[in-house]
């Protein structure tokens, strides 16, 4: 299901607002609303609460607003931020990046991809400062559903009057399910990455440099559940979004690419083949029969740690027990064995979450288990880690180079990854790199 963003500004058409969000939950999107202050002189909050079935927010500060960082939980949990309709106000503050309401702030934090759809008088739309705002926000990646001609509130008749609402919503579904457009994010202004949706085939791969052609990428993506009985498990928050994320780049490198996924709340990219093993041991397994054929291995699974001793093979009943406990035996480390029994030129890449000493955990890690790479995530960052669209690491190298990511999208860290892994193979076909 699509998440849209729909902001709404203070124009007599906030009233379309209102059939734009009907028509997008026709759609099949899950919509949430945001208001500017203006915007609820024209329509009431309540109309959107109460189709919806949730909180509009006007403002942060608000005392009824549930949420207090509204605006970085709001943006980052969408698909596309879609603001219907746009006053030159807002148009003016997201171009110059003022961020003193709700959804200026909101437009600030946001990595989804963003549509506007203004509406105002024709001289104000023809205003040269309005079309440096627009020409400014197009180049930052924004798109535009330009406003049509037509008889407008003012009585005056140019363009000025917001596009139908069906064409606006045609369009925003077009932005948010087309593989090739970008989000705001790309820097590189080549369009390789799209919305935030890891279940699609994310990467245009005509735009996308073949730099993987040849190798043979292994990846184990997800969280593992550990049984304790036939219904009950211990796992974790993973996604699999992150190594999706890069399974999906891999692939539009031009590696062939096998996942082995353990649960994930999104689904596989396209075009790659996929071995599900949802235990620890299980997972192991799989890796280890797919790893002599590999040449690339990415360890982006949280995998437990450890796992029941003794699973029971039917429900264990609670009548007659007040505590439990549960023993617990650990579970073989899929990543150090790799590395262990690695064959020549495999480039071996893990991941660690951390919470604490980040750099310094994962170094160990680095070492300890013989690895060439490690991504460390600091899952304590808002916007880092389990479950988010985006994420925040730091790539170290064996030879102790380092780089660090700040928030980006997960598909643009994935390339960021796989970016350090073609220079290390470049550097293993010239010998001047050993893995
Ligand atoms: O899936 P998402 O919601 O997008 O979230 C992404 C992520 C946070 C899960 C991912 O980016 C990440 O950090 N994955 C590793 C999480 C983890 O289990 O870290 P760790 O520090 O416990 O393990 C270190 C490395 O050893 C990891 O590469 C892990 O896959 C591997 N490992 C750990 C234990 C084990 N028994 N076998 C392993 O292979």
Redesign the pocket.
């Known amino acids: 299901m699509k998440r849209i963003g729909l902001g709404v500004t203070g124009g007599i058409a906030a009233y379309k607002a209102v059939e734009v969000m009907r028509l997008l939950q026709r759609s099949g999107c899950d919509v949430t609303v945001a208001m500017t202050r203006h915007a609820t002189e024209f329509v009431r909050p309540l109309t959107f609460r109460a189709l919806t079935d949730k909180h509009v927010i006007v403002d942060d500060y608000d005392p009824d607003n549930p949420d207090p960082i509204a605006h970085i939980n709001f943006s980052q949990n969408i698909d596309l931020l879609l603001i219907v309709p746009a006053t030159a106000n807002i148009i003016a503050k997201f171009a110059n990046g003022v961020a003193d309401d709700f959804l200026s702030s909101t437009y600030l934090a946001c990595t989804a991809p963003v549509m506007i759809a203004p509406a105002m008088n024709t001289t104000m739309w023809e205003q040269p400062a309005m079309r440096r705002n627009v020409e400014q926000l197009r180049t930052d990646g924004v798109h535009f559903v330009e406003p049509v001609a037509g008889e407008l509130a003012c009585k005056t008749v140019g363009t000025g009057k917001l596009e139908d609402v069906e064409n606006i919503v045609a369009q925003a579904m077009a932005l948010i399910s087309n593989a090739g457009s970008s989000t705001r994010m790309d820097e590189s202004g080549s369009g390789s990455t799209v919305g935030l949706n890891?279940s699609q085939h994310f990467f245009n791969e005509s735009n996308t440099k073949r730099d993987l052609e040849g190798e043979r990428l292994l990846i184990?993506?997800?969280?593992?559940r550990e049984a304790i009985d036939p219904v009950r498990f211990i796992s974790?928050?993973?996604?699999?979004?992150?190594?999706?994320?890069v399974a999906a780049a891999a692939l539009a490198r031009g590696a062939e690419v096998t996942v082995v996924a353990g649960a994930?709340?999104v689904e596989p990219p396209e075009g790659v083949r996929v071995i599900r093993a949802m235990a620890?041991a299980e997972?192991?397994e799989a890796?280890m029969r797919e790893m002599p054929k590999s040449t690339i291995f990415?360890?982006?699974?949280?995998?437990?740690?450890y796992a029941p001793s003794n699973a029971a093979d039917t429900k264990i009943k609670k009548e007659g027990r007040e505590t439990m406990t549960l023993q617990l035996t650990?579970?073989?480390?899929?990543?150090?064995?790799?590395a262990r029994n690695r064959h020549e030129g495999l480039i071996v890449?893990?991941?660690?979450?951390?919470t604490s000493d980040v750099i310094e955990?994962?170094r160990s890690?680095m070492e300890k288990?013989g690895?060439d790479i490690?991504?460390?995530?600091d899952?304590t960052q808002r916007g880092?880690?389990?479950?988010?669209d985006t994420?925040i690491?730091t790539i170290i190298s064996r030879d102790g180079s380092s780089r660090d990511l700040s928030l980006r999208p997960?598909q643009e860290m994935a390339q960021d990854i796989l970016d350090v892994v073609a220079q290390l193979r470049a550097r293993t076909t010239e010998g001047t790199y050993r893995p």
């Open positions: 890891p184990t993506v997800g969280g593992t974790n928050h993973s996604s699999g979004k992150m190594g999706f994320a994930t709340t620890a997972m192991h890796v990415v360890g982006a699974a949280a995998v437990a740690d650990k579970t073989p480390d899929i990543l150090a064995d790799v890449v893990g991941f660690a979450a951390e955990y994962a890690k288990k690895l490690v991504v460390a995530n899952i880092a880690g389990f479950n988010s994420n690491a997960k």
